[in-house]
């Protein structure tokens, strides 16, 4: 099994920052690539940034490149946001595709979300 646990949410004032983390654990083979995605009530999910871990290569919305940052540690992935807005209050969610050994395929794990919440 794998668990996927985020942290770091809460409630921030308007202008303020914040780091989300996401750490990945459990039966591990490899990981090919982590990202945060975020929901409000009534909206569908929408991705925010991602991480692949075989190449390096980050990508970000293109509404949020500017105050947004994804990194990664090993298992563990974050994300910075910088001049939190109104519109970034939502639930963030990580998602990793993850490598079996034993069975050579991929799977999706979703985490349980984070919630953001921004004050004025």
């Known amino acids: 099994q794998v668990q996927l646990v985020e942290s770091g949410g809460g409630l921030v004032q308007a202008g303020g920052s914040l780091r989300l983390s996401c750490a990945a654990s459990?039966?591990?083979?490899?990981?090919?690539?982590m990202s945060w995605s975020r929901q409000t009530p009534g909206q569908q999910r929408e991705l925010v940034a991602s991480?692949?871990?075989?190449?390096?290569n980050i990508r970000y919305a293109e509404s949020r490149m500017d105050r947004f940052t994804i990194t990664r540690d090993k298992n563990t992935i974050y994300l910075q946001i910088s001049s939190l807005e109104h519109e970034e209050a939502a639930d963030y969610f990580c998602?990793?595709?993850?490598?079996?050994?034993?069975?050579?395929?991929?799977?999706?794990?979703w985490g349980q979300g984070t919630q953001v919440t921004v004050s004025s």
């Open positions: 991480f692949t871990h075989t190449s390096g």
């Open positions: 998602k990793a595709y993850i490598g079996n050994g034993q069975t050579q395929s991929t799977s999706a794990y």
């Open positions: 459990g039966s591990i083979f490899s990981i090919n690539s």
